[in-house]
């Protein structure tokens, strides 16, 4: 069991401020996955956590100890790495048990721990075969494996889904998630995947330039994201963002986008330029010829993409913004959508979906 506090940690190789002044709280029992574009700081940030790369500044706790200095084998935290480093010559069983063998424990002890480990991920089969024999998936399990024997006070995870294919990935995910759940241990966990993050984590810390933008719970970041970067990364496609003023008009906030009246917005706003954010899914296409409902906003534009995604459907639409330049606005929904390429549509939208960030600095305006 492990809380590991993290206090205003950075890393910086010559001119590149890799991770810059993070802090963060990863709670016992806690399934935190760092998200981010490549280079955003993911990795260096992990492995500072398990003791590969010496911070710059600040400091790591686990429970109230201080391990910032600690060699990763005192740190009572295991890592499983994005290729499993597996030892090719050495047989599954030796492989989960290289671990405990390295901490000079009992010979009894290690083959009953291995078992009970194998067991666990399902293992029992293929203790004698060598890593080659294996599929990408079992290799992973076998690199869990051997994190799990050692049973550490936390799991750290660079991003081990990745050398799986599509679909193996997806069973992997659920089977990390029932592992996260009976082990009850916290994982810090490294991908730039969102689904993955999504799906598994119960708390995403979202990194960009090597700076902290947002922690919360998977509904959180989604719903109520920090700012444009948090907005812009999340979904697929992600928020549509799109420069807007606000204004008073007859005792409401107006925001207008392009000329055209996006949305009546109920609160107030401490800055007139604004990027305004609309999830595609809450978007909806106005039927030809039907009013448009009273109190939604509306946003006119041209069909220039259809995407077919399944059972839901993607459409692109040039939407003027004011300059030469249209943006490009994403609705999502149910298959059909009911459009053509070259259509004139109205798409609307309801006011508690529309999000406001200040164009300055790109935070969250409410
Ligand atoms: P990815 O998803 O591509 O693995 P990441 O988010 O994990 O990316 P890091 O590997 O932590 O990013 O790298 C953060 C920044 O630090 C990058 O700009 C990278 O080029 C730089 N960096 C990382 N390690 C070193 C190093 N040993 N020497 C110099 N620069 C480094």
């Known amino acids: 069991m492990a809380r590991i506090r993290i206090e205003g940690l950075g890393k910086v190789f010559g001119a590149t401020r890799a991770v810059d002044d993070v802090s ?28 590969l790369i010496q911070p710059s500044t600040g400091r790591i706790l686990v429970e109230d100890r201080d391990i910032t200095y600690l060699p990763p084998r005192e740190r009572d935290v295991a890592m499983v790495f994005q290729s499993y480093a597996l030892y090719p010559h050495l047989s599954v069983e030796r492989n989960i048990g290289f671990p405990l063998r390295a901490a000079r424990r009992p010979k009894a002890e290690i083959a009953t721990r291995v078992r009970e480990v194998a067991g666990q991920l399902e293992l029992d089969g293929l203790l004698g075969r060598r890593p080659r024999e294996l599929s990408g998936g079992q290799r992973q399990r076998v690199a869990l494996g051997r994190a799990l ?57 979202l990194l960009d330039g090597g700076r902290l933008e947002q922690v919360g719970t998977p509904t959180e970041v989604y719903d109520q994201p920090a700012s444009v970067f948090v907005a812009g990364f999340l979904g697929a496609p992600p928020m549509n963002l799109l420069p807007a003023t606000v204004a008073g008009r007859d005792g409401q906030v107006v925001l207008t986008a392009g000329g055209v009246d996006i949305s009546l917005w109920p609160g107030g706003a401490d800055s007139t330029e604004v990027t305004l954010g609309i999830r595609p899914e809450h978007l909806r296409v106005l039927p030809a010829g039907a009013p448009a409902p009273a109190a939604r906003g509306r946003l006119t534009g041209t069909v220039t993409g259809i995407e077919n995604l399944g059972s839901e459907e993607v459409g692109w639409l040039g939407v003027g913004t004011g300059d030469a330049a249209s943006a490009a606005v994403a609705v999502r929904g149910p298959r059909p959508l009911g459009l053509a390429i070259g259509d004139r549509v109205t798409l609307i939208v309801a006011p508690e979906h529309v999000h406001l960030f200040s164009r300055d600095s790109g935070r969250r305006l409410t």
């Open 24 to 51: 963060l709280d990863v709670a016992d029992g806690d399934f935190l996955v760092l998200l981010g574009p490549s280079g955003c700081g993911k990795t260096t940030l992990l492995r500072m956590i398990a003791g």
């Open 149 to 205: 024997v050692r049973d550490p006070r936390a799991f750290l995870m660079d991003e081990p889904l990745s050398n799986l294919d599509a679909k193996l990935r997806t069973a992997t995910r659920t089977e990390l998630t029932a592992l996260h759940r009976r082990l009850g241990s916290t994982f810090v966990y490294v991908t730039h995947d969102q689904v993955e993050a999504m799906t598994m984590a119960t708390r995403i810390a």
